[in-house]
């Protein structure tokens, strides 16, 4: 197993919390490896959300998962934001905060959706230098998460996965590689998904999200709606035989069916994970990106 | 279909333009052609100089590609609204809820970082708007919202029966009380709370319409929160104003003779009433509206 550059923790298998579970897991606390939450849901922390949470976090590790930070915003960031995501992460004790590489609004004016990068130079200085503030603010290392995107710009100068990783290496966060979303976004532009991957630092990994979506012929949308296609299980394989061990989640958030059916999602990551006879030698193969020595060598360098 | 090389060159846009424009199009909610040409995407970028710059895709055009964000933000922003404001819908029906969902989020874009706030401005709006019985469902938003406030206040632990009944017979008169956080009072001049337990019989099926009465009859309201469970109950207007008085932290004796004038001149009727009233606050106290009882 490989260790990301920090050594934050192989979670194991989690799901994505959502409020119409609470109750199932309040009563019998199935055998689930972690839980991401939605931050914005838990800041307020009041009402039963937060009650259901605490309960939750008595027995689960807890990842805090955000919708509202912003990065490539040109607002300046919220303080008043960021200090409740503070407050939360330091009493879920998160191993480290996660959120989107993207902007959700411009002028105060919040769209609550994860809009698309324009990949240029303007933007990754801009995204570094806030991420490096907001990891000092926390106190807690960033980890962002590539997300599905509908539309590209002619005034991108970059492709998708260069920004990723100049952004990683630049401003030393995380990343959080949405399989599901690197389908996505490579099915609506047309490119190739594990070139992507292959060029994402696999020791900048800390976690890994899987998802449905729905295919509308012309262009998929992300929905997190329904079961995970072959496709992306192939394609987390893939990248999870560059990383290995890394925690890894399922989200579900509209049309969720019980519990059950969402956990056992979740679980068909370990039987795809099972299917790496010996990372090592997949991770040899990698046609480009760092080789295991090379990753071993270097987190050795800087922890030894 | 790739852009040739002059009309990318022509295109250059800075992010701080591109991201209002951006913004200016996916939330304007005419049609992809009025959003492009609307004046608040226009400022930041020429249709021109914005075509130059959103790519199309082997089977999307420029526009149909934005118009994946637009359509997405009409329907987050709708359900948004849906979650806050459920009975709304049932008083306008489907067809003009979506239109006032337009228009709301027109004139009141969320400038908060959670959906969860996509309602505060919405009984503003609403006594703004020229929409028929605007001050009902103006109330009726505003009964909405309180009770989404009650759910998510803090959790504050109600006083224990041992602290009530630790409290000495004589000392009664002069106690006043701190109610909990997940409480609110509310005096409603139409019958909204009759409205909104009508909406809530209906089965989730039922789609039909619910009337509304435009005549003005007071509606007074207990919201509050115990164990995680939330209630709205309609108090009368006796009741209001002492729940009111004694949340306010006025000593319960001055609390009760304050409200004596509406028990009638009848001695008979005065005292049924005033029997109806003590139980009441007997039960208000057991049901956890307090959290603290100072003597
Ligand atoms: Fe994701």
């Known amino acids: ?304 | 279909m790739p852009k040739s090389t002059t009309e990318q060159a022509s295109t250059i846009v800075h992010l701080d333009e591109f991201q209002r424009w951006m913004v200016a199009v996916v939330s304007h909610f005419g049609t992809d052609e009025e959003a492009w040409n609307s004046e608040g995407a226009t400022t930041e970028l020429s249709h021109e100089r914005a075509l130059g710059n959103v790519l199309p895709s082997q089977t999307l055009t420029e526009y149909e590609r934005i118009g994946i964000y637009r359509r997405m933000y009409f329907l987050r922003m709708r359900d948004a609204l849906l979650i806050d404001v459920p009975s709304i819908r049932f008083a306008l029906g489907q067809s003009l809820f979506e239109e006032v969902v337009e228009q709301y989020f027109t004139r009141y874009p969320s400038r908060s970082y959670t959906l969860n706030d996509s309602g505060l401005m919405f009984p503003t709006f609403v006594r703004e708007s020229s929409l028929p019985n605007k001050e009902f469902l103006a109330e009726l938003a505003e009964l909405e919202l309180a009770i989404s406030r009650v759910i998510e206040a803090p959790e504050t632990p109600p006083l224990t029966a041992e602290q009530i009944a630790a409290v000495p017979a004589d000392a009664w008169e002069n106690v006043c009380f701190v109610p909990i956080a997940a409480l609110e009072l509310h005096a409603f001049t139409y019958p909204v709370h009759d409205y909104f337990c009508a909406f809530e019989e209906k089965s989730s099926e039922d789609e039909t319409l619910l009337a509304i009465s435009g005549e003005p009859s007071y509606n007074y309201v207990c919201i509050h929160r115990s164990d995680y469970h939330t209630e709205h109950t309609a108090l009368t207007e006796a009741e209001y104003e002492l729940l009111t008085a004694l949340t306010a932290s006025v000593p319960l004796g001055i609390a009760f003779e304050a409200v004596q004038k509406h028990f009638g001149e009848n001695p008979a009727d005065a005292e049924k009433a005033q029997q109806h009233i003590t139980s009441r606050f007997q039960e208000w106290m057991m049901s956890g509206l307090f959290a603290a009882i100072r003597t």
């Open chain 1, 1 to 304: 197993m490989l260790p990301n550059r920090w050594n934050l923790p192989d979670l194991g298998f989690g799901v994505g919390l959502r409020s119409v579970h609470y109750d199932y897991i309040l009563e019998n606390f199935p055998p689930v490896d972690w839980f991401e939450i939605i931050s914005e849901n838990y800041l307020s922390q009041g009402g039963y959300s937060f009650y259901a949470l605490e309960k939750i976090r008595e027995r689960y590790p807890i990842v805090t998962h955000g919708v509202s930070l912003s990065i490539g915003c040109t607002d300046p960031l919220n303080f008043t934001y960021l200090e409740r995501l503070k407050r939360l992460a330091d009493l879920m004790d998160t191993p480290w905060v996660s959120d989107h590489i993207c902007w959700t609004g411009v002028n105060g004016r919040n769209t609550h959706d994860l809009l698309p990068i324009l990949y240029s130079e303007e933007t990754l200085k801009h995204v570094v230098e806030r991420i490096r503030t907001i990891q000092d603010f926390l106190g807690r290392r960033v980890v962002l998460e590539n997300v599905s995107t509908y539309v590209e710009f002619a005034a991108s100068t970059m492709t998708e996965w260069e920004f990723i990783a100049r952004m990683a290496e630049d401003a030393d966060c995380g990343l959080l590689l949405d399989v599901n979303n690197v389908f996505v976004s490579a099915f609506n532009h047309g490119f190739d998904a594990k070139e992507f991957i292959d060029a994402i630092p696999a020791d900048r990994i800390c976690q890994y999200h899987l998802a449905g979506h729905t295919n509308k012929g012309t262009h998929i949308i992300d929905t997190h709606s329904d079961h995970v296609v072959e496709g992306v299980w192939e394609l987390y394989r893939y990248a999870y035989s560059r990383s290995g061990g890394r925690a890894t989640l399922l989200e579900w958030d509209e049309d969720i069916p019980p519990f059950e059916v969402v956990h056992a999602e979740a679980l068909k990551a370990r039987e795809y994970r099972d299917t790496i006879k010996n990372t090592t030698e997949l991770l040899t193969e990698a046609p480009t990106g760092k080789t295991p020595q090379e990753l071993l060598t270097k987190f050795a360098e800087e922890y030894a």
